[in-house]
C-alpha cells in the first residue's frame, strides 16, 4: 500500500514539476522557404540555418512532412539526388521509399509536389529549375539504453543516425525527480555513438529522463543565436537503494504530501474567495 502509494505522490510530484516540458517544445523538424532556388542553393541554405535539406528514412517520416505542408500549390526540393549507385538521401542513405509520382531519367534532383492528390509526390526535375525547399530540423535519438545504474549515477548511451553525424550539434538532458535539472553534451565529431554519465544524483529514486537533439546556428546577419531543438524521447531510470534509502523515501513522503496540501489548500482558497 504504501509503495504504490509513495509511487503515485512521485509521479504527482514529477508532473507537477516537468508539466511544461511535456507539453512544450513540441515542434515540427520540416521547415519550408518562400524563395524559390535552385537545388544546390537550397541545399547550402539549409545547411547553413538548420540541418540540411529534408531526408526521410521512413514511411512515418513521409507522412509527417505531407501533413506538414503549407501550401497545395508547390514544389518543394528534397535532399534527394541521383548518385552512381542510384537514388540517395543528402546523409547517404538509398532511398527506400516508393512514392514516385514519376521520374525521367535525366532530372538528378528530387521534388515533392504539393499539389498532386495522391499520396505519391515525388518527381525527379533538372536541378537548376527553382523551386521553394523544406530543410531538415534536428532529429532526437530513437531509442536510449540505460547501460547502468549505482546508487548516484547512471550511464546512458544512444546512436547516431547518418544524418545527424553530417551536422554538429548538442544533446540536451533534462533529468527529473521532483526538480528538473538540464545538462548539455556536446555531439564529438565522426562518432556514431553517444555515451555519457550523470552522477551526484539520489539513491533509490527514479528519474524521468528527456533527451533531445539541439543545432545551433549564428545569423551573421543580425548576430542573433538560431536554436533548433528536436521533441524529446522520454524514458525512465531508478537509482539503485542503498542504506539511506529509508530516509530519503521519508523526506520525500514529506514533501510530496506538502506539495498536495498546499495545492488544496490553494484551491480550497481560490473557491472561498470565489464565494464572496
Ligand atoms: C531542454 O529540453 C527541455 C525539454 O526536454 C526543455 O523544456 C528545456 O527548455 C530545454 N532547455 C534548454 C536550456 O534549452
Ligand atoms: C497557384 O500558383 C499560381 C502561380 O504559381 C497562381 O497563379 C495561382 O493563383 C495559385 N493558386 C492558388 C489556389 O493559390
Ligand atoms: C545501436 O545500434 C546497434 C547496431 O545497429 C544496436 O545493436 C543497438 O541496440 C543500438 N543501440 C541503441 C541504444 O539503440
Ligand atoms: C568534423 O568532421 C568533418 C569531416 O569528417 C570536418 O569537415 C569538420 O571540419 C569537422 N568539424 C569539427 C568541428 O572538427
Ligand atoms: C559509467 O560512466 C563512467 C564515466 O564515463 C565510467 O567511468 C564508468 O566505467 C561507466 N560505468 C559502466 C558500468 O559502464
Ligand atoms: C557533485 O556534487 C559535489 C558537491 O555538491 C560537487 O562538488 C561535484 O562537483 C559534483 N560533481 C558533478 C560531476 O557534478
Ligand atoms: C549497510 O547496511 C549493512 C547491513 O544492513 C551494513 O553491513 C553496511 O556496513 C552498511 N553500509 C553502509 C555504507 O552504511
Not at 534532383?109 to 534536428?138: T, W
Not at 550539434?169 to 535539472?181: A, K, P
Not at 524514458?235 to 510530496?256: C, D, E, G, H, P
Request: glycine share 4%; with cysteine.
Amino acid at each position: 500500500m504504501f509503495p504504490n502509494e509513495m509511487h503515485i505522490l512521485q509521479q504527482l510530484a514529477v508532473l507537477v514539476v516537468c508539466r511544461s516540458l511535456a507539453t512544450g517544445q513540441i515542434s515540427s523538424r520540416y521547415f519550408f522557404t518562400q524563395e524559390p532556388m535552385p537545388w544546390v542553393k537550397g541545399r547550402e541554405y539549409c545547411q547553413s540555418h538548420f540541418v540540411d535539406l529534408a531526408v526521410l528514412s521512413t514511411e512515418e517520416e513521409y507522412s509527417a512532412l505531407l501533413s506538414a505542408i503549407p501550401t497545395n500549390n508547390a514544389s518543394f526540393w528534397l535532399g534527394l539526388h541521383k548518385q552512381s549507385s542510384g537514388w540517395e538521401w543528402t546523409d547517404g542513405e538509398q532511398l527506400r521509399l516508393t512514392h514516385w509520382y514519376n521520374y525521367n531519367h535525366e532530372g538528378h534532383c528530387v521534388s515533392l509536389e504539393a499539389m498532386f492528390e495522391e499520396k505519391d509526390k515525388l518527381l525527379a526535375r533538372y536541378c537548376n529549375e527553382q523551386h521553394r525547399v523544406v530543410c531538415q530540423g534536428p532529429v532526437s535519438p530513437q531509442s536510449v539504453s540505460v547501460d547502468f545504474v549505482n546508487i548516484d549515477q547512471v550511464n546512458l548511451s544512444w546512436n547516431i543516425s547518418a544524418l545527424m553525424q553530417t551536422t554538429s550539434h548538442y544533446y540536451n538532458v533534462t533529468i527529473c525527480s521532483f526538480i528538473c535539472e538540464t545538462l548539455f553534451y556536446s555531439y564529438t565529431n565522426g562518432s556514431s555513438l553517444m555515451s555519457i554519465s550523470i552522477s551526484n544524483l539520489s539513491a533509490a529514486t527514479e528519474y524521468f529522463i528527456y533527451v533531445s537533439a539541439v543545432v545551433i546556428h549564428l545569423d551573421h546577419g543580425t548576430s542573433r543565436k538560431w536554436i533548433l531543438q528536436d521533441s524529446p524521447i522520454m524514458f525512465n531510470a531508478k537509482t539503485a537503494t542503498s542504506n539511506k534509502t529509508q530516509k530519503k523515501i521519508s523526506s520525500f513522503w514529506i514533501y510530496s504530501v506538502w506539495l498536495l496540501v498546499s495545492s488544496f489548500w490553494c484551491i480550497y482558497h481560490i473557491v472561498k474567495k470565489g464565494k464572496f
